[in-house]
């Protein structure tokens, strides 16, 4: 059957028609479904925004002024500063940074121990967690800098940090802590401590079986180390 | 006919075989094309609901982000924009008796054992209460506001009837700071008491409420006057105690506290005494914090031209009755040091030169005649004494005009007081107190109460009674206190009372300019070690001012500083020094 031309045509204009229609339908969904979308995101804005007043509110009630002031009492001591304590104009301010005149008394020296390695004890080095090293820490930097003891501080710092624990018992020292991480608190340090020194005890076996006996204890949940691990999500009101 | 008949016997067998038939395949065809027409229906509905769902739907709340977020009450903040009032979710504790069901115990444990566990984590509720509703099997309120915390425990007492219902409710996070400017709102969600009830129609306007309502007050000067004013009255043993501070240059106020107060977050307690606001509801008479005026007054009047004129400063009878000092202070005084010892007599003296038309229009003037002019709804009405003439709107007698000079026969709010200061000290413009915080470029016109000239003599005298004078104690390093004491007895049933003081003190700071006026009352302080033995306003009032001034000055952009000051040199040779009340 043949198709005249016209009416080929408009079976032509007819597909357009329908072909635009579809095209208008697809892309009117998509307007529509991004607007639901930002509905449900305008819903998100709304939850959060109620869940920040309301952390807000906490906040708030728990800093309110009458508990500040119960703490500065208890805690902080703060008080309201004085008179002198400030500066009434760029001159006053100036004299600050006057540098001393002829004849001027030396400024008083106060005497201080070299504290590096006592602060290196308090505040321990960073352990790395893959490779128990703990060179990667910042108090290294710290004592690079400090060229007087540079050379000196790592030779005697082992002997210094044996020393101050003693003194200070509760400092545990870097290194042992590293090793001993997942050993039992007195014995199991000691053992490897031994072993890192490079003496050939006769009872390697031993050391292995007391190495053993801890992880094992380590796995038992009557260890307390362990037993504090896992941080319980705390329970929420329904 | 027979064969036509029997034919058409046939002939009918055969046709309704034949419609028999046609009636199966009709009905079949039509039972097809319903099921048809219900596919095609269903398919159309289905197109269709897709496109009006595609094209037409709108969603529902589309407009409605702005009223999701909108609070049910607006919210209330001080100048900082710190929320004193905010609606809010809060957690209640409901009981709900069918949680596990219809039958049997709705607790899991006994209502004695949970009642108890209950009371441990509410250690105000009332166990005999709490256990008489859990065995009432009712379901009800125990407990409202509930902390998050509080509502972690209860639900570790693994109880399902126990539930927590987040109710907007009407929350204070400062607790019961401010909490007779705020007042409170009951259960219906009415406001009472402060500017939750003068506000309620703006809170609780659709308009409105998306906006917080900003007051005049300062959060952390408000905690920083109850803090004090609390500290002042326990250690004087003090039935209460008011406290204000108001901008002088523009009548906002900063901060009022009356104490004992209420928190407003248990609304279902807060019915009792202690919601009367002492600063803008009770009228005192203030007694010596009155002097000033009268002198300011006599002043601007052009009575009082040398401030070196003498006095005599002996008790003095006048119709019948005996004008005199606590002390005894030499047979003259001189205005300056008229004021710093408190002298009755020698006020009385100036009050007497200036005639009672003159005070009575300073005073008129000065709004004591009339409530006080601030939002709040509860306003005492000032005990204003009754003149000569028929009405009793004439001019007062001599004795009443001599009595009001020293704040005798008077009574006002410690909030008329503030604002008479203000006038005093900010260059004579007396402006109402609001609580509303407001743009410095807008400030209210105000009244000419003193002339500027007076204004700056009036600072140079309060200055001295803090630097030399009663007092002292208010003298906050490098703050430039000014300001009066005040002890005035109380009337009893057979006149004043010796022992019951009301004792007050009025202070501005920092005096060279003064930006913030302060008012510090205690009702019947008590002699105690704190206060030295003594029950005058320079022994518990006066310090309450030096306490309190260093802590707000800083955060109210008050700088201290020890070099600058009022000057007060052409004053000081004129005075002596002397004790006072």
Known sequence: MMVSANRFRSIGWIALLLVCAALVMVLAFRVNALRSQVHRTEQQIISLRKEKLYLETEV????????????????????????????????QLAAFAKPDGPGAPTPIRVASADNAVAAEVAFPAIVSRLTGDSDISAPAERESDNTASAAAAPADRAAATEALGARLAMVVPVKQAAAGKRQDKDKPALAKSGSTKGKKSGSARADKKTQLASATKAATPSNPAKSTKPAKPSKTAP | MNALTASAAIASGRVQLANVRQIALITARMRAQWVMLVFVFLALTACV???????????????????????????????????????????????????????????????????????GIFPEADYADLLARLKAGRACYLHRRVLPEE????????????????????????????????GYVDEAGKGHVGMEQVLEGRLLDPVHRGTPTALSLDARAQGALEDELGRGMMETNAKGAAGLILDADSGEVVALASLPSFNPNRSDLAYN??????????????????????????????VLTDLSTRYPSVPFNIAGYTIHDSHNFGTTLNVPEALIHSSNVVTAHVADALGPTALRQTMTALGMHERPTIELPARGFPLWPRGGGQNGSGDWQRLTNMTVSYGHGIAVTPLHLASAYAAMVNGGLWRPATLYKIDPAHLPPGRRVFKAST???????????????????????????????????????????????????????????????????????????????????????????????????????????????????????????????
């Not at chain 2, 702005?66 to 009981?95: H, N």
């Not at chain 2, 693994?158 to 401010?178: D, I, K, T």
């Not at chain 2, 060279?512 to 022994?539: C, F, H, N």
Request: aromatic residues 8%; charged residues 20%; hydrophobic residues 40%.
């Open chain 2, 455 to 581: 204004s700056a003599r009036m600072r140079q005298l309060l200055r001295m009674i803090v630097a030399d004078g009663t007092g002292r104690k208010a003298n906050a390093a490098g703050f430039r206190v000014g300001g009066k004491t005040g002890s005035a007895e109380k009337p009893g049933l057979r006149g004043y009372r010796k022992t019951s003081l009301i004792a007050t003190f009025a202070a501005a700071f920092p005096m060279d300019k003064p930006r913030y006026v302060v008012i510090v009352m205690l009702d019947e302080p008590q002699a105690t070690q704190a206060s030295s033995g003594q029950r005058t306003a320079a022994w518990n009032a006066a310090p309450i001012v030096g306490r309190l001034v260093p802590r707000i000055g800083p955060m109210l952009g008050v700088v201290p500083d020890a070099h600058h000051d009022v000057d007060i040199t052409d004053l000081s040779p004129l005075v002596g020094s002397g004790e006072g009340e």
């Open chain 2, 273 to 302: 005494d202690l919601v009367f606001n002492r600063v803008s509801n009770q009228v005192y008479e203030l007694g010596s914090t009155f002097k000033p005026i009268t002198v300011a007054s006599a002043i601007d009047a052009g």
């Open chain 1, 60 to 91: 708030e009630t728990r800093a309110n002024q009458q508990q500040l002031k119960l703490w500065n009492d208890v805690e902080f001591g703060y008080v309201a500063p004085s008179a002198s304590q400030y500066i009434s104009n760029e001159r």
């Open chain 2, 151 to 182: 509502a972690n425990r209860v639900f570790a007492l693994g109880e399902p009837a126990l539930e927590f219902p987040r109710e907007e409710q009407r929350f204070y996070p400062q607790g019961s700071l401010a909490a007779h400017v705020l």
């Open chain 2, 49 to 119: 609901r897709i496109g009006q769902l595609g094209l037409f739907e709108q969603t529902p709340e589309r407009a409605s982000m702005a009223e999701a977020l909108l609070p049910s009450r607006g919210e209330i903040t001080d100048r900082q924009g710190l929320a004193l009032a905010r609606a809010f979710a809060s957690y209640s504790l409901w009981f709900n008796p069918k949680a596990l069901g219809e039958a049997g115990s709705p607790l899991v444990k006994t209502p004695e054992e949970v009642a108890q566990a209950l009371v």
